[in-house]
């Protein structure tokens, strides 16, 4: 058994070193059990960001510059983050967050110097929503409205020269798309609207060639069918008011 003054050195030497940690480390231990671990600073989220970027961790890039602008609004590094989450929605093939994205940046920095590359991405982002003809293709005719006026106001942008090859792409698959509705309203006997949709396909894209050659033969081939499809509603009406006079009279 121990002596019993040992027992008492022993203890005493416990409460010292205790009371000596205290001292020393203050509330740092208190802090470490309890308090929340600190947050990452805005360089921080930006470094973090721009090394998943390398990475082609395009979702994690994401994740770091939307913390970055969304907590830090007046941080320096903020605009710059703001465009690297556009590109990395873009990278990442989310290309309607990504036209978001640029367009919320050309609305907040309208005079930044990177305005000429938004322009171009949200037409390329708009453009590379397309998937099939037959769906709506709203972003491809927002993105080449952007196209367009990169062309118009910043000519000689770098990006200028390639946006004109895009809003080329961007008219193709616009007017095979007023094709596309028009031969369905052909098919299902619509014969007006379909009239009206190749019309509008020879006014609007004159420089389509050949698709505006197919408009012209359908316009016409529409419109005869139209006037026949008229006439014969014309035709059975009255013959109906014929019949519906000759049996009151009886």
């Not at 014969?191 to 050949?210: I, L, P, S």
């Amino acid at each position: 058994m121990r002596h019993p003054v040992l027992r008492l050195r022993a203890a005493l030497f416990a409460l010292v070193v205790l009371a000596g940690v205290s001292g020393l480390a203050g509330c740092g231990i208190i802090d470490t059990l309890y308090l929340p671990v600190s947050e990452d600073t805005a360089q921080e989220l930006w470094e973090a960001g721009t090394d998943a970027m390398n990475a082609t961790d395009y979702y994690t890039a994401a994740v770091c510059f939307t913390k970055l602008k969304d907590r830090f609004p007046f941080s320096p590094y903020t605009v710059k983050a703001e465009l690297a989450l556009a590109d990395a929605y873009f990278l990442d093939k989310e290309y309607l967050e990504a036209m978001g994205a640029y367009l919320e940046f050309e609305n907040l920095h309208p005079r930044h110097s990177e305005i000429p590359y938004v322009l171009f991405q949200i037409g390329r982002s708009g453009l590379s929503t397309f998937t099939s003809i037959d769906l709506p293709q709203q972003p491809v005719a927002e993105g080449m409205e952007y196209l367009e006026r990169l062309v118009e106001q910043h000519p000689d942008s770098p990006y200028a020269q390639e946006a004109v090859k895009l809003i080329a792409e961007c008219r193709e698959i616009l007017c095979k798309r007023e094709l596309f509705v028009a031969d369905f309203y052909f098919r299902t006997e619509q014969y007006g609207g379909a009239w009206r949709r190749y019309q509008f396909v020879m006014e609007n894209f004159k420089e389509q060639g050949e698709l505006v050659e197919y408009a012209k033969l359908q316009s016409e081939l529409s419109y005869l069918r139209f006037q026949q499809s008229q006439s014969e509603k014309f035709r059975r009406k009255e013959q109906g008011h014929w019949k519906d006079e000759y049996f009151s009279w009886l």
